[in-house]
């Protein structure tokens, strides 16, 4: 798939500890284990309770608190300290983000933004497919990616907002409420003029999808995705 001119820019904006595997660099081999085994989980379509994260990270001969501890400052996994249930695990969201994502036509799962969204199908190297809703018009906006085969949207002037809200705090804060679908450029701008505190601008989907697959491409070994 070609990219438009000026998806480069965009592109070389991700720091390279952010692109798949790379951002667990950080991680000891016990907790890329019990990581993996989170991803894998929300991509069945089963996000993991928390004995169930309690049992396996205990397999792993880890702490679960001090893992999720460590998940979370290094931004890749959230939870609940209250109930102990996962909140955020890029790509995935643990409650309802408007960006639903069936993974081959089985398993239904919430992202937490656009380019998360988009990064599924490379991340599993499965056809996906997503149904959101431009936040301006509240226009259905329909995806559907497939490794081998390529991609397709509705409508077909579809963009996503590449943005953010502030500078500081983890993802999920900043970015995750920007980055949404939108049916076009021109609702895309109207947004961001009625919202002054969002910054950004309307990227193409072609360039988005790529953005999706250098964030999240690699992030699981295949065996486990």
């Not at 397709?152 to 500081?168: F, K, N």
């Amino acid at each position: 798939m070609t990219l438009p001119g000026d998806a480069e820019p965009t592109l070389a904006s991700i720091p390279g500890q952010r692109r798949g595997r790379a951002r667990l660099e950080p991680l000891s081999q016990r907790e890329r284990g019990l990581y993996d085994w989170i991803l894998t989980a929300f991509a069945a379509g089963t996000p993991p309770t928390p004995d169930a994260l309690a049992d396996t990270a205990s397999s792993l001969k880890l702490e679960v608190e001090a893992a999720l501890a460590t998940f979370a400052r290094e931004d890749l996994v959230h939870h609940d300290p209250a109930t102990g249930a996962i909140l955020v695990a890029y790509p995935f969201s643990g409650t309802p983000r408007g960006h639903r994502v069936l993974i081959d036509g089985s398993y239904s799962v919430e992202a937490m933004c656009a380019i998360d969204a988009l990064g599924i199908a490379p991340m599993l190297g499965l056809p996906i497919e997503i149904t959101s809703r431009d936040p301006h018009t509240d226009r259905e906006v329909w995806v559907r990616l497939d490794p081998g085969e390529g991609a397709w949207w509705e409508p077909e002037t579809a963009v996503v907002l590449d943005g953010c809200v502030g500078s500081d705090g983890p993802s999920y804060r900043t970015c995750c409420e920007a980055l949404n679908f939108f049916e076009s450029g021109e609702s895309a701008l109207s947004y961001l003029v009625t919202n002054p505190d969002i910054s950004g601008r309307a990227i193409p989907l072609p360039e988005a999808i790529e953005l999706g697959r250098a964030i999240f491409g690699d992030l699981l070994p295949r065996s486990e995705a």
